[in-house]
């Protein structure tokens, strides 16, 4: 008789982990950017994409090359019986050159970073004035070594390390660590220098978090030196995120590779296909993912412009070149993905709340600190990719999702009026609009938040078996 109550038990705890979640998908609102009719056959670009600078009248608008954030001039202020406790950021990182990865492309744009390059030393005791001096790196190719064409024809003439945040990337991260300063410096009490047991940076194992959190920092704390920043291990890092996690990884797969819903707006863009791939030189089909979505190209181009380069033309014939409208229509079909891939695909909540789980995990035991009264962290920032900031957006289901671009931002801010705690939840700078019953995250009880993380995640124990489920 033992048996059958053995399998009582592990039914009942089967269910137990079962009903501990329930991801409930909140399709996205309709609009240009999932309408793959439109991306394949509309015209101009879905935003700014060769400047990172934004007239004060259109603030807010989607800019690729330096998505908006919070600033003094389009904050809004609750009303006075809310103060704010405790603020929580999370970020893309500024404006890179393209990956190693994303370069393949056989054309006539070089790249210098003289004099730009990341640094990179151990700091030593007593820091940069005694015992040691700043590193730079520089990327440089030798004939001599006979693995060099591996990298890529594109590489040639570059002096960048791929990617680095370029100087202009650099000045941007600045500019964002000061606007932020200006609007939650006074709100909560933060001085001119980093000070951790006030305020958290955390980055990835990716150095180009780091080399925004030179400039970052610099601007929040402009009297900073030196500041030591969270990072987790590369095998578990939740931010990234690197964790483990084959079920979400099968859900993905199944809804893009697996899915004719994800393959057929590739087979409706061959021809615009045909024409990149004569001006890069890219074979079709390749080995290194230029035609299972449009994430290389889109790089590609897109990190010339924002970098005021031309686009591209063919090395065997200088009239064969990229037309603004053809990286337009890249541009398009690139937010279409980013919308399929985290919103409109009815497995992207599941996948966001699998894959991003162990963040929100963090996030809520930060929240409830503060609502415990035991936090003394004021401030936590959070410097990471578009690989991260995508599923926040997909984890709370934003109505209208685009590809995070360059600084891209996600406030939590807690605020307090009694006894109670109010959350805001602010996307480029205002209340993000989400499909979910929370509706608009514009100080809603701080509570809604907690149980709809409960609800997509459930406990660790829980996030982790349906990782290995
Ligand atoms: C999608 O875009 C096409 C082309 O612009 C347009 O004709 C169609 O009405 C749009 N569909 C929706 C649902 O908005
Ligand atoms: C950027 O592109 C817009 C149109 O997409 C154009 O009007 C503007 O002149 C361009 N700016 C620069 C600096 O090239
Ligand atoms: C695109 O590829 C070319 C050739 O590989 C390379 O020179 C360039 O740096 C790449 N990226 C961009 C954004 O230009
Ligand atoms: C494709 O999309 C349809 C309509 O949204 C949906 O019913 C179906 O489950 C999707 N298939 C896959 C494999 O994602
Ligand atoms: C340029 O021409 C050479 C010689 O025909 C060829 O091997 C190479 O693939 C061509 N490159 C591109 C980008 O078309």
Redesign the pocket.
Known sequence: MARPFLQVVSVASVVAIATATTVVHYPPAQSKTNNLTFALTGTGAPGIFNSSTVPDASYGEYNWCNMPHVRPREYKTPSHEYTLEYVEVIQRHHKRTPYASNTFF??DVAWSCIGEGPVAYGKGPSGVSSEVTEIQWQAFRSNDNPWINSVGPGFVGSTCQLPQITADGIVDSHTHGSDLRAVYATRLGLGQQFNPATAQIRVTNNVITSQVAGGLVKGLFPGTENAAVLIQSSTYDSLEPTYSCPTADSLRSAYTSGSSNWTSHLTAAAPLYAKLD????TSNPDSAGWHSSLDHYYDNLSAKLCHGKKLPC????TSLCVTQDEANTVFRLGNWEYSYYFRDASDSTKYAALHYGAWFLELKAHLEAVVAGQSKIKYFHNIAHDGSVSPVLGFLQIANMVWPGMGSEVVFEVYKKGNEHFLRVLWGGQPMVTSTPMGTLDLIPLQTLLDYIDSMVGSGADLYAGCHS
């Open positions: 056989k054309e004569s001006v890069s030189g063919s090395v065997n014939d």
